[in-house]
């Protein structure tokens, strides 16, 4: 029986539910494979970050920090794929991000909240769900990779809700995060057909 149980992730408004757990255990290989892509888009979200915005030091210090921990993880998950001889190879991708990003505005400064915002949702997302792949997964060492990934994505969760509330009102963060939580978990109501990171 799947141990698919967490403690409630804060700024998640609904946990994963037991089917996506059981989807993703089922096929571990794309799981594997998109979690690549995942790692890879993160440290893209923190570089692009940093380029749009060089003039808030603190932000670009801190996701100097996270691309580099995304790139390592990045890199590590490929060394799974060699492993498990995965060629890492194209993916569709869910509508997930796509779906999040469409409610970032587009007016300063409202934008640069909605990207930390939605950002730290992917994160907390991501931390819930390695940590149900660490609960669930029956090879022991792949189960390990995952718990030791956990920190590192609630401590990236942490690094944009910092950010936020640096550079905006707590207020206003907490108000704006209320309804992207809302249309983050509303986007993962219903399972994707294919078995994702984020489905």
């Known amino acids: 029986m799947l141990n698919s ?64 921990e995304e790139l390592e993880h990045f890199d590590q998950v490929n060394q799974w794929l060699e492993r498990r001889g995965i060629p890492l190879g194209q993916l569709s991708a869910p509508p997930y991000a796509a779906g999040l990003t469409a409610k970032i505005r587009r007016e300063e400064p409202e934008r640069l909240l909605d990207s930390l915002l939605v950002s730290g949702l992917i994160e907390a997302r991501s931390h819930e769900r390695l940590g149900l792949l660490a609960n669930c997964c029956q090879d022991a060492e792949l189960a390990k990779f995952y718990r030791g990934l956990m920190a590192s994505e609630a401590r990236h969760y942490g690094v944009y809700w910092v950010l936020a509330t640096t550079y905006f009102d707590s207020e206003i963060v907490t108000a704006r995060l209320e309804s992207l939580a809302s249309i983050e978990s509303e986007m993962l109501a219903t399972l994707h057909s294919e078995p994702r990171i984020h489905s």
């Open 5 to 68: 149980t967490l403690p409630t992730i804060k700024f998640l408004k609904q946990p994963t539910s037991k089917e996506w757990v059981e989807q993703a255990i089922a096929n571990l290989d794309i799981i594997l494979l998109d979690h690549s892509h995942c790692e890879r888009k993160a440290a893209g979200v923190a570089l692009n970050l940093m380029f749009r915005y060089p003039a808030h030091t603190k932000l670009v210090r801190m996701l100097t920090a996270i691309a580099r």
